[in-house]
């Protein structure tokens, strides 16, 4: 069962444009919302996250809009560039003991054209 | 600034053989997990130790065990690979108690299983 459903599974964004991805959750104990950045061969890397007493988060061209009641939080990146394409994956994460385990959601592949 | 280091990058096997992955966190960074990542699909979390010892324990198959040395590197063992261990496993690391907020992944080692 995902816990972390994201949608959609791949997008096509024509340069300048705006890239939505969507991800929701149901754990209510997930306190941190990061999402990373995957290219090719190798590893995820960190982009944006949030924690959910926070509605809105910008950093430069992308920003994570998060809605607690609903349990969904999304990212948008601004002006889309060739140099985003990548494949985008968001996260849950709830603290354990000494352990702070990231669930991932399934990937968006994006694609940023000329 | 040093990242996570995984060494091999690449690794070809026969089924049934065995295979050994290995970590090096960023400096005193005393928490490591261990990522499975097959093809098109997101990172799965198998395993975390914080100071040397297990923290959590997520989908990993008995076949596979780990550990984590007195200088804070990992390593995964896998035994009697089966072809659907083909992936790339990511080890990622932080400083405790910072938690995902700062987990940094290494670039990974492709596991190829014939």
């Known amino acids: 069962q995902q816990q972390v459903k994201q949608s959609p599974q791949s997008l096509i964004v024509q340069k300048g444009g705006i890239s939505i991805i969507n991800c929701a959750y149901e754990?209510?104990?997930?306190?941190?919302f990061p999402w990373y950045q995957q290219f090719p061969g190798k590893g995820p890397a960190l982009l944006i996250a949030i924690r959910p007493d926070v509605s809105e988060k910008k950093e430069g061209r992308f920003t994570i809009s998060f809605n607690k009641s609903a349990k969904q939080f999304s990212l948008h990146i601004m002006d889309s560039q060739p140099g985003d394409s990548a494949t985008y994956f968001c996260a849950a994460s709830s603290t354990s003991g000494t352990a702070s385990k990231l669930t991932f959601g399934t990937g968006t592949r994006l694609q940023v054209t000329l | 600034a040093a990242g996570v280091i995984q060494s091999p990058r690449h690794l070809i096997k026969e089924k049934r053989e065995t295979a050994t992955l290995k970590c090096y966190p960023i400096p005193r960074h005393d928490t490591v997990y261990w990522y499975q990542q097959g093809p098109g699909q997101d990172p799965q979390f198998l395993i975390s130790f914080y100071e040397k010892m297990q923290s959590d324990k997520g989908s990993i198959p008995d076949r596979f065990s780990a550990q984590q040395f007195s200088d804070y590197h990992s390593e995964l063992n896998m035994s009697s690979l089966e072809l659907g261990d083909s992936a790339l496993y990511f080890c990622?690391?932080?400083?405790?108690?910072?938690?995902?907020?700062?987990?940094?992944f290494g670039a990974g080692s492709r596991l190829t299983v014939l």
């Open positions: 990622a690391s932080h400083v405790f108690p910072a938690g995902a907020n700062v987990l940094t």
């Open positions: 754990n209510t104990a997930f306190d941190y």
